[in-house]
């Protein structure tokens, strides 16, 4: 959940229609967008809960596991290849074997994006991160058998976009959004000046660019 300070804007949803293609396993195909949704955004504080995430990029049912890597069935794919640069990734447990399905389901667990690209292997290898504190069960549990999706991580300034919000150097003046961490909110603000070719980020009190930051 987040809260927006704003002056005005308009936060839009895009969706795509998803369809599975028939005795084709890990395969979809998306339609262009067919609509949106449309969410005025009045000057002052306002609530707003959107879904934060992404397709996935590879979809598989693990043949192996460890507390450090986890190997996909179809061990001829590249997964490093899969990656791009300066994006993060997590592997999200989507289903498991039909005598374990409560156990791991819905864990996500950080890819060490470096070494899952260094290993330049088509053994379907993922390299994760197992004290990462972004995963969600410590220890790492033995996935074997489980089906994963790896997806990028949404950030910060991919959730919301600048241009249509007013940014500025004093903080009492530049549109901020609130995150709810479990407990509070934190507020980042839109830093910057109003003009076209001007830069913005998304940045802290202390104006340290949050721009790439995991919501």
């Known amino acids: 959940m987040f809260s927006l300070n704003l002056r005005l804007s308009v936060f839009a949803i ?9 005795m084709m396993a890990d395969v979809t195909v998306s339609s262009d967008p067919v609509g949106y949704y449309r969410v005025p955004l009045v000057e002052g504080f306002q609530t707003v809960g959107v879904t934060m995430v992404h397709s996935p990029v590879f979809v598989t049912t693990l043949a192996s596991s460890d507390t450090n ?75 074997s058998g489980y089906r994963i999706a790896l997806r990028p991580h949404v950030t ?31 507020a980042y603000y839109l830093l910057g000046t109003n003009g076209d070719g001007d830069l913005k980020i998304w940045g802290t009190f202390d104006f340290q660019s949050v721009d790439n930051l995991i919501i």
């Not at 895009?14 to 028939?22: D, H, N, Y």
């Not at 919301?160 to 509070?184: C, H, M, R, T, V």
Request: proline letters at 6%.
């Open 14 to 22: 895009t969706g795509l229609i998803l369809t599975p293609i028939p």
């Open 69 to 143: 890597s986890v190997s996909a069935a179809e061990a001829a794919d590249d997964i490093g290849a899969l990656l791009e640069n300066e994006k993060s990734y997590y592997i999200e447990v989507i289903d498991g074997p039909a005598s374990n399905t409560d156990i791991a389901v819905g864990h996500r667990f950080e890819v060490d994006e470096s070494a899952t690209t260094d290993a330049g292997t088509a053994d379907g290898d993922i390299v994760i991160e197992p004290d990462a504190i972004t995963n969600t069960a410590f220890p790492i549990p033995d996935l």
């Open 156 to 186: 910060l300034a991919e959730a919301f976009i600048k241009e249509p919000l007013y940014a500025a150097f004093d903080l009492g003046l530049a549109d901020q959004i609130q995150l709810y961490n479990g407990s509070s909110f934190t």
